[in-house]
Nanobody, 120 residues
Framework: QVQLVESGGGLVQAGGSLRLSCAAS????????MAWYRQAPGKQRELVAA???????NYGDSVKGRFTISRDNAKNTVYLQMNSLKPEDTAVYYC??????????????WGQGTQVTVSS
């Protein structure tokens, strides 16, 4: 079993910053990619940013230049630094990870989500 626990969400004014963290634990043999998605009320879940084990990154168009994804492989943790936040960034942010368990099974897991609210 693999568990993902997010932290760092909250309420911030427009133009402010927040840093999200997501720690993976459990029977982890390897983590290939980790990512952040978000879902606003009435909207589909969308990719915010993703990072591979080698450090290659990919960002959603709406956050390029404002958000930065990074990971600490030794801690099985992924971070999302969010700067210049806008009210439209308000959403529940979900962490995602995929890889292999020690059993050899492939996993693709989601965290429970953390609320980010940006006030105007």
């Amino acid at each position: 079993q693999v568990q993902l626990v997010e932290s760092g969400g909250g309420l911030v004014q427009a133009g402010g910053s927040l840093r999200l963290s997501c720690a993976a634990s459990g029977s982890i043999f390897s983590i290939n990619a980790m990512a952040w998605y978000r879902q606003a009320p009435g909207k589909q879940r969308e990719l915010v940013a993703a990072i591979t084990s080698g450090g290659s990154t990919n960002y959603g168009d709406s956050v390029k230049g404002r958000f930065t994804i990074s990971r600490d492989n030794a801690k099985n943790t992924v971070y999302l630094q969010m700067n210049s936040l806008k009210p439209e960034d308000t959403a529940v942010y979900y962490c995602n990870a995929e890889g292999l368990e020690y059993s050899g099974s492939y996993y693709y897991h989601w965290g429970q989500g953390t609320q980010v609210t940006v006030s105007s």
